[in-house]
């Protein structure tokens, strides 16, 4: 009689999870219908999305791109789809979106600012992903005054001898560095290009003019408008900000009473005045204190004064990051034999900036959005854009089609700015997770 057993003697397969739990079945019951507060929460929240949807659908789908007025937009949209129809009159973006992006720009000029932009991505790229050829970075330090030139026009030589200025400065430095310190080297660094941008780079450029001619048609700043001058304005200010604010949080950690004094004086009174108060000041008091007869650019006006905003909020992030290193890692870079500079450069600031990047970020994020403000001192920036071309007669009335396509464009920019944040967050990870 043969044995019975009633023990396995092997293992069953795995079987599959239940279709429920799986899928896109699955991840609906996990994140939208996980108990009867979440079903409540998602059966709202598409109840709002389907009234949304209803309401803007129409709007977009009976769109009109080809028209010369908004009352010719009212009368296509009437005739195709019914008296009470009503619609999106996208042909003002159509019409005027030259004027949108470019301002009072001469459009023959147009490839001018094109390739300004064009060679600022190719000259931001190796400082934003450091994987590319370090080489590409001489051309970051020549394209300020390269797009400057391709912008503004005039002759070549100008920035020319704006930039010599800082060679002068850099050489100006080391060779006072060698003899008589860091303090006496700093002022020479600051005072050499100084003295040769108020007497000698204008001579300089007017003489090697002469004998080299080369020049673009000048434009004036008036000329300047739209997301041309908000692009301007604000990766100037961001670019400008960023190293300026370093050294007023490094200022204000300054061991030197003075250094530490005029660094904490102008964080709290930059901070303390609203940005629009300093763009009056750039347009209207700063002439009063010029000498008679100065030429004061007014958006190099507006540049310099967005830049010290922002450097004063980006030293206190920068503050914050520094403040949160472990009191431990500056005495590993003292005892390491490194002197204050080397160890900020070397072990202190790369940690504090990667702990500062969210707020870094935040900062230049909201720079950008501010650059809208100049509308009210006069420049023509897309909101002031708006304002001009509704006060056409052809256009008068229309309001969300204007105000769309200037949000969608800022969130353009700003989400990739975002984008860009959590990457570089990433890329610098350390930690274990």
Known sequence: MA??????????????????????????????????????LTLVALYVIYALLSAALPWFLHAVWNAESLNECREIIKAS???????????????RWHQMLYGFYPQDLYWRPNLAFVLM???????????????????????????????????????????????????????????????????AAVV????????????????????????????????????????????????????LGIILALGRQSNLLMVKSLSVGFIEFIRGVPLITLLFVAST??????????NFDIILRVVIMVTLFSAAYVAEVVRGGLAALPKGQYEAAAALGLDYWK????????????????GIVSTFIGLFKDTTLVSIIGLMDPIG????????????????????????????????????SMYLESRLETGHR
Do not use: H
Request: net charge neutral.
């Open 3 to 40: 044995e019975t057993t009633y023990v396995r003697t092997e293992m069953l397969p795995p079987k599959p999870p239940p279709p429920t739990q799986t899928g896109v079945i699955g991840w609906l019951r996990e994140n939208l219908f996980d108990g009867w507060k979440n079903t409540l």
């Open 81 to 95: 789809w019914g008296p009470e129809a009503d619609g999106a009159c996208f042909a003002v973006i159509r019409d």
């Open 121 to 187: 991505l190719v000259a931001l790229s190796p400082v934003l992903f450091p994987n590319l050829p370090r080489k590409m970075l001489v051309f970051s330090l020549i394209y300020p005054f390269l797009g400057y030139w391709l912008l503004w026009g005039g002759t070549v030589w100008a920035p020319v001898s704006w930039a010599l200025g800082f060679i002068l400065g850099y050489f100006a430095f080391i060779l006072v560095n060698d003899r008589g310190g860091t303090i006496l080297a700093a002022i």
């Open 192 to 243: 050499v290009p100084v003295l040769w941008w108020l007497f000698g780079a204008g001579p300089f450029a007017d003489l090697v003019q002469s004998l080299i001619p080369i020049s673009l048609a000048d434009v004036e700043s008036r000329q300047f408008g739209g997301f041309m001058l908000s692009v301007t304005i604000g990766i100037t200010g961001i670019v400008g900000s960023l190293p």
């Open 343 to 358: 160890s900020m450069r070397l072990v202190i600031l790369p940690q504090a900036l990667k702990i500062a990047i969210p």
């Open 285 to 294: 008091l700063l002439n009063i204190f010029m000498p008679p007869g100065t």
């Open 385 to 420: 854009l708006t304002n001009a071309i509704r006060a056409n007669a052809e256009w008068q009335g229309i309001i969300w089609e204007l105000y769309g396509f200037v949000a969608l464009v800022f969130w353009i920019f700003c989400f990739s700015m975002s984008r860009y």
